[in-house]
């Protein structure tokens, strides 16, 4: 019994031992998952608060932006009204006028692009397979001015190959005033901005020496006053004809392409016919 008694006693003290042990391991492994987790949370806080600041400067700069656009709204506004709301408002419907013949004329001018080496192609292949006929009706199924002094060179055939030569270039030449339709227009507004500018400048100094007439005495407020009255318009004006004249060397590049694009093709089309020609005559 006693020895039974002692070997009970043995296994107990092991058995307590081990569950000690194994609690004291179990302590500091719970703490550390604490910590970890105590410590995802905070970097969790962290990244979430990073985030807010890092989105808290993109509103300030929307923000600031939105208010910068506005802040230059009212600044031209006011600028505009002291320039004169009447006479500067003349002057801006220079502008406007401007711009709608410039819009006419590049909506026009890049319609009447064409593809000058597939319409000689097709012409020529006309001419082979169906002969004069077909290639009218090639050039009066094409658009833009190519095709049209191609119409009317061809559509002369039958009166020699000089008369379809003198058939092209003078239609070439209606073609391009066709081209440069509005453009005296265009010019005009250019010339007429500054120039009303220049008129609001008079009319501004006028006014500040009627002013210092009427105070009898010559006061900088008063004679700042009227010249920045007259130097708004000029500047609106100055700024009317620099925007208006961009567009008109743009519309003249325009232009100048087409023609070279017209001489050029012209030149080429002669040279089909007077082929075609010489096939038919050897027939």
Known sequence: MKKVFATLTVLAMLTF??????AQDAAPAGEAQTTE????????????????????????????EDSGMVALH?????????GGAGFMALTLITLILGLAFCIERIIYLSLSKTNTKVLLDK?????????????????????GPVAAIFFQGLSR????????????????????????????????????????GFLGTIIGMIQAFDD???AGD???????????????TTLLGLIIAIILQLFYNYILSLIEGLVN???DSSISLLDIVVEYDAAQKKK
């Open 218 to 232: 010559i006061s900088a407020q008063i004679v700042a006053g009227g010249i920045k009255v007259a130097l708004l």
């Open 261 to 263: 694009e017209m001489e």
């Open 157 to 196: 055939y039958d009166e020699g190959i000089d008369v379809v030569e003198k058939t092209v270039s003078s239609y070439g030449g209606v073609q391009l005033g066709l081209l440069e339709k509005n453009l005296s227009w265009i010019s005009l507004f250019i010339s007429i901005a500054p120039s009303l």
């Open 74 to 82: 009212k600044t031209l506004k006011i600028k505009f009204i002291e």
């Open 17 to 22: 031992g081990s569950a000690a042990v194994m």
């Open 37 to 64: 987790a105590v410590e995802e949370t905070q970097t969790g806080d962290d990244q979430q608060n990073l985030g807010e600041e890092g989105e808290q400067p993109k509103e300030e700069a929307a923000q600031a």
């Open 212 to 214: 210092i007439q009427s």
């Open 123 to 143: 012409i020529e292949a006309a001419l082979k397979q169906g002969g004069i006929e077909a290639a009218l009706d090639v050039c009066r199924n094409t658009r």
